[in-house]
């Protein structure tokens, strides 16, 4: 092996890759393997690092994870799942029980190397159901934790042995919310591992080049071109790769862009000289016709993936390029939330991971050489390749556009009980002087590893940002079948809501592009947009009070790489400016401000 290395075994748990993808940030190469490899396939690397699970009960059987990996003299450090897996197979016991969600405190017991440079304590994030509750005579207590002022304390939230060098940590410090969890990944890695950083974004291109020429061996690259940061970042690798020649560009207008998006994209990829090979083709009307009637989000998806291939399948004919390679600039969240490794529970199918994709991957007809990056990786990545700063900065923007930012409904009263939610959720909001409601629509959200679909709760009161942050963490706490709070930025609190029966149209893209304009050049105008990481603009088919037929919803977020989010709040100017565009157009039923972190909401609201 040219580099050292580190092996992650993937019980299934979302955060695997980027497990792998933080410790290649140390400039170590980092492989995913799969806990039934044979134990063989163990014995290059210099460490091992077992992954969470979305779906592994500890006190279930995993009657294919082959523990003879135990028997290997190489360090062993398990994180969530792992850690209880290490916790049990030397003598410990875990309970079903004890489930934390989010941040945490970590109480450091000992002067440790694996905790290096850090506070005795330490902010962590927590995401499990399940807790280790005793541990074997060979391992020692590292760390315990909290999760408020007075909590109690929770357990073996870190525990290992020096001498068996087996390791582990209830929480996960691969998540940028665990404040230190790139020096903890480092102390393990680097030092406890011994393996020296070799492995840079400069030799990640270049080997990706070398791949990208072996696998197009001779042949061409067809590639559908967003205009967004991974598309175009692929599309200068591809040209990089194969020269322009072999690469053919295609801008499809699936009715679901922004404000003149479409136009601009054309004209920012002529400005990096990709302009000769490009195709642009206004499919709106196939779009449109595949998505008409359908509510589900999932069902929206397939439709717009779907529909994504056939325009291209059309187009690739007309083009008589039929025997192209289809390049795509999918990144490694496309694939994780699809279910992406083996076990991974499906949060949502992106567009570029629908079946006939898949198939056509299995085929070995897909190019992807960005599969193995985040998005701060790309626009690293980019920033290498060239590209210009505004086209890197953009927000990010979902292959299904709009499309999974009107939502949409039968207009039925959802069967679960919203009042009775609405009821439970008055105590939780009074201490905060607030009011609450549960509305009767549903959207996406994920917990643990698991995809949600619940309902959204709107506060109204004036309140400190904190507040707002508090009574949604409160609610979410006490009152099941919520996975979203929003801020009313309306005048008064709606006494009734009516869900109305809502597509995919014309008409409400319009509504949406309109919003979400006003929205982009707010952020532009108070010199935020490049702090925030991505501010979707949401329609919910829902009157208020009888007046209007669409609920409008800011989602301003701060992230790092899109797995975890936190609410970003926005200045009282824009939100007035806001107030003063939005709220005056007449389909508008009311305006309010997502307060939702990730978990338990996801960025988009499908
Ligand atoms: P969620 O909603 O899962 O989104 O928190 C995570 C990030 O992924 C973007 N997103 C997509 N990007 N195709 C894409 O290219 C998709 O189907 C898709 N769905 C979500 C989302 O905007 C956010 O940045």
């Not at 030092?191 to 070398?210: A, F």
Request: proline residues 6%.
């Amino acid at each position: 092996m040219k580099h050292d290395a580190i092996a992650v075994i993937d019980f299934g748990g979302q955060y695997a890759h980027l497990i792998a993808t933080k410790i290649r940030r140390l400039n170590v190469l980092a492989e995913i393997r799969q806990p039934e490899d044979p134990v063989e396939r163990f014995e290059k690397y210099k460490g091992i690092i077992f992954s969470g699970s979305p779906d592994l009960s500890s006190h279930g059987e995993d009657a294919s994870f082959n523990d003879r990996i135990f028997d290997l003299d190489i360090p062993i450090l398990g994180f969530c799942y792992g850690h209880q897996e290490v916790a049990k197979r030397y003598g410990g016991e875990v309970v079903h029980g004890g489930r934390e969600w989010g941040p945490a405190q970590l109480h450091i017991v000992r002067d440790h190397p694996l905790f290096k440079g850090l506070d005795k304590t330490e902010p962590v994030w927590m995401s499990h159901f399940d807790t280790v509750s005793a541990i074997g005579d060979d391992f020692e207590e590292l760390g315990y934790s909290t999760t408020g002022a007075h909590s109690e304390p929770n357990r073996f939230a870190a525990i290992g042995s020096d001498k068996l060098r087996r390791w582990g940590f209830q929480f996960h410090p691969e998540v940028d919310d665990t404040l230190h969890g790139q020096e903890i990944l480092s102390n393990y890695v680097v030092d406890i591992c011994g393996c020296r950083p070799s492995w840079t974004m400069d030799r990640y291109l270049e080997d990706q080049i070398e791949r990208i020429r072996q696998q197009v061996d001779g042949k061409s690259v067809f590639l559908l071109i967003s205009g967004g940061v991974d598309s175009s970042v692929a599309a200068q690798l591809f040209s990089r790769a194969l020269g322009p020649d072999r690469l053919c560009l295609l801008h499809v207008d699936n009715g679901l862009m922004r404000h003149e998006e479409s136009r601009r994209v054309l004209a920012s990829l002529r400005g990096i000289g990709l302009g000769d090979n490009l195709h642009f083709i206004d499919a709106t009307t196939d779009f449109l016709t595949a998505l008409d009637d359908l509510v589900e989000p999932e069902k929206k998806r397939e439709a717009i993936g779907n529909t994504f291939i056939e325009v291209f399948q059309r187009e690739a004919k007309k083009l008589g390029i039929e025997n192209h390679l289809l390049g795509q600039g999918t990144i490694y969240p496309d694939t994780i939330e699809t279910g992406g490794t083996k076990r991974a529970d499906t949060i949502k199918t992106h567009h570029n991971r629908v079946p006939l994709i898949e198939e056509m991957i299995t085929r070995g007809l897909v190019v992807e050489p960005l599969a193995d990056l985040y998005k701060v990786e790309v626009r690293e990545l980019g920033g290498r390749l060239g590209l210009p700063r505004e086209m890197l900065d953009r927000h990010p923007f979902p292959g299904p556009g709009l499309g999974v930012r009107l939502l949409c409904s039968t207009g039925e009263e959802p069967s679960d009980d919203i009042s009775t939610m609405t009821a439970e959720l008055a105590p939780v909001a009074g201490p905060f002087a607030l009011q609450a409601m549960a509305l009767p629509a549903r959207s996406v959200g994920v917990k643990g590893d698991l995809r949600t679909y619940e309902h959204p709760v709107m506060f109204s009161g004036e309140a400190r940002w904190e507040t707002l942050l508090n009574a949604s963490s409160a609610a979410f706490r006490e009152v099941s079948g919520i996975n979203r709070c929003i801020w009313n930025l309306g005048p008064t609190h709606p006494r009734e809501t009516k869900p109305l029966r809502a597509t995919v149209t014309d008409k409400r893209l319009a509504l949406l592009r309109q919003a979400d304009h006003a929205v982009m050049e707010g952020l532009k105008r108070y010199g935020i947009y490049n702090d925030i990481w991505q501010c979707p603009t949401v329609l919910i088919p829902l009157q208020l009070d009888g007046k209007g037929s669409e609920l409008v919803v800011i989602r301003p977020i701060y992230s790092k790489r899109a797995m975890t989010a936190v609410a970003a709040e926005l200045p009282g100017g824009l939100l007035d400016d806001l107030r003063r565009e939005i709220l005056s157009l007449p389909e508008v039923s009311g305006l309010a401000l997502d307060l939702t972190s990730k978990p338990p909401g996801t960025i988009e609201w499908e």
